[in-house]
């Protein structure tokens, strides 16, 4: 379960002030499917990054099962981070000298697990997302749907219990996108991974079990649908 109580980010650059986030109250129960929705410029991303222990808020408090996330220093964060939370992104953030297989099982290696396991949940998670017989591949020789996939592999090889992914279908066709999300929502049903994604995408939106809309860095509604 996640806790956002009070949130505010503000940014400075030079003498200008941005409110990116304006006092965000939010609860995510273990399982959610949950799209934020909103403007350029609403927070979505801040957000997002908060939660992911990316960045440090200004007020208000983040917890995940318990645990003030939000006041840890940079160090705990990051091993935090690597522990428990999978991110996705828009640009998918693949390493490209490495192939596939390499993309995915580095997570694990740096979590210290050996090399038999490593294999055997790098081919396992490769082969769920659909790559079987790709993981020898560098993301160049792939397609744009297939580096997502690798991507969303990498972000649940771990098993982590959240994943967050900003705008995860923003770079594919329409097709390709709808088929990401269903990938999802599968692993989200399967595993009881709690997503959270940012959207301009109806589409998403529409696969979501709860929309959340920002707008001007505040909760303007919240539904939750099923
Ligand atoms: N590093 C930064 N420095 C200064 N201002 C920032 C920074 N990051 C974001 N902002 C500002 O904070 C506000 C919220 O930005 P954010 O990236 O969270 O929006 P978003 O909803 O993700 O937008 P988009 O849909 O375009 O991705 C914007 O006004 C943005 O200009
Ligand atoms: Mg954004």
Redo the contacts with the bound molecule.
């Keep these: 379960m996640i806790k956002i109580e009070g949130v505010r980010r503000n940014?400075k650059?030079g003498e200008t002030e941005?409110k990116?986030l304006r006092g965000i109250d939010l609860e995510v129960t273990d399982g959610e499917f949950l799209s934020i929705a909103?403007?350029?410029?609403?927070?979505?991303?801040?957000?997002l990054n908060l939660i992911g222990c990316i960045d440090s808020l200004d007020d208000g408090e983040i917890t995940i099962d318990g645990v003030p996330v939000s006041r840890m220093d940079r160090h705990a964060k990051t091993t935090y981070r690597r522990e428990n939370l999978g991110f996705i992104f828009q640009t998918y953030n693949l390493i490209p000298v490495l192939t596939a297989f390499e993309n995915v099982s580095f997570v694990l290696s740096i979590l210290g697990v050996g090399q038999e396991e490593l294999s055997e949940r790098t081919y396992r998670i490769l082969k769920e997302v659909g790559l079987e017989g790709m993981e020898h591949r560098r993301p160049d020789k792939l397609s744009g749907g297939q580096q997502q996939r690798i991507a969303i592999a990498r972000a649940l090889v771990k098993q982590p219990k959240i994943v967050l992914a900003d705008?995860p279908t923003a770079n594919l066709d329409s097709k390709t996108g709808e088929e990401i999300l269903q990938l999802m929502k599968q692993m989200n049903r399967t595993y009881n991974t709690t997503f959270i994604f940012?959207t301009?995408d109806k589409m998403v939106m529409e696969y979501a079990s709860r929309l959340v809309l920002?707008h001007d860095?505040e909760i303007a509604s919240d539904t939750r649908r099923e």
């Design positions: 940014y650059t941005v990116a909103g403007p350029s410029g609403s927070g979505k991303t801040t957000l705008e940012s301009h920002l860095g």
